[in-house]
């Protein structure tokens, strides 16, 4: 089945610091968009992107649709304590069932 | 709460036994799906409902597996003889189906452990 890769699929940084991470498939997909999970919780949306170049902001993270539109990336400035989480990419290619990456592991040092 | 609503959110169950999950979504939402995660991987698709009809099945639900959406509303995932396998986050989310525009929101999850 389809496959999304996501890295990286951990991160230890320090709290201020800017966080970067992507999401690239084999397949172009329509839509793509990017979830927190907090342990033991449901995914909760974070950003939803639907056009290849579309970048979209949601308060400290941006996202991006790739120009290729088989890849995404997901940037959060300033980090804070409680942006600790799986962060995970998911995408429609026909707009039926979504497709979820791996996930990338937040780790934040206060 | 107008959210997406999964019940139970924990059950633990001996192996044998069937298990049945509700889902309740977002009412204004024509779909409805049912995911698996296990941890430390993504959620996995299952099933999907547009109204009241299955529209895809993963290959990943055996027959042991089956869901419902009786009324195009809410939604019921059955596990019959578990197994200790079967051990997971059972994940439901509801979107509006059409115009492109799909965003899919989480309910909180169905924590079935298997002993």
């Known amino acids: 089945g389809q496959q999304l890769n996501q890295s990286p699929q951990s991160m230890f940084i320090q709290e201020g610091e800017d966080v970067s991470m992507n999401c690239t498939s084999s397949?172009?997909?329509?839509?793509w968009l990017w979830y927190k999970q907090d342990p033991g919780e449901g995914p909760v949306l974070l950003i939803a992107?639907?056009?290849?170049?579309e970048l979209t902001s949601n308060g400290r993270l941006t996202a991006q649709f790739g120009i290729t539109r088989k890849d995404s990336f997901l940037n959060i400035s300033a980090s804070i304590p409680s942006d600790v989480g799986i962060y995970f990419c998911a995408g429609h290619i026909n707009f039926n069932k979504f497709y979820f990456g791996s996930g990338t592991k937040l780790n934040v040092k206060p | 709460d107008t959210g997406v609503s999964q019940d139970p959110r924990h059950k633990i169950t001996k192996r044998g036994q069937n298990v049945t999950f509700r889902c309740d979504p977002i009412?204004?939402?024509?779909?409805l799906y049912w995911y698996r995660q296990t941890l430390g991987q993504g959620p996995e698709f299952l099933t999907y409902f547009q109204n009241e009809a299955q529209l895809e099945k993963s290959r990943l639900l055996s027959d042991r597996f089956s869901a419902e959406r009786p009324k195009g509303s809410f939604s019921t995932l059955e596990i019959q003889r578990t197994e200790q396998g079967d051990s997971a986050m059972y994940l439901c989310a509801s979107s509006v189906a059409g115009g492109g525009y799909t965003e899919a929101f989480f309910g909180q999850g169905t924590r079935l452990t298997v002993v």
């Open positions: 397949s172009i997909f329509n839509t």
């Open positions: 992107l639907y056009k290849a170049g």
């Open positions: 009412s204004e939402h024509n779909r």
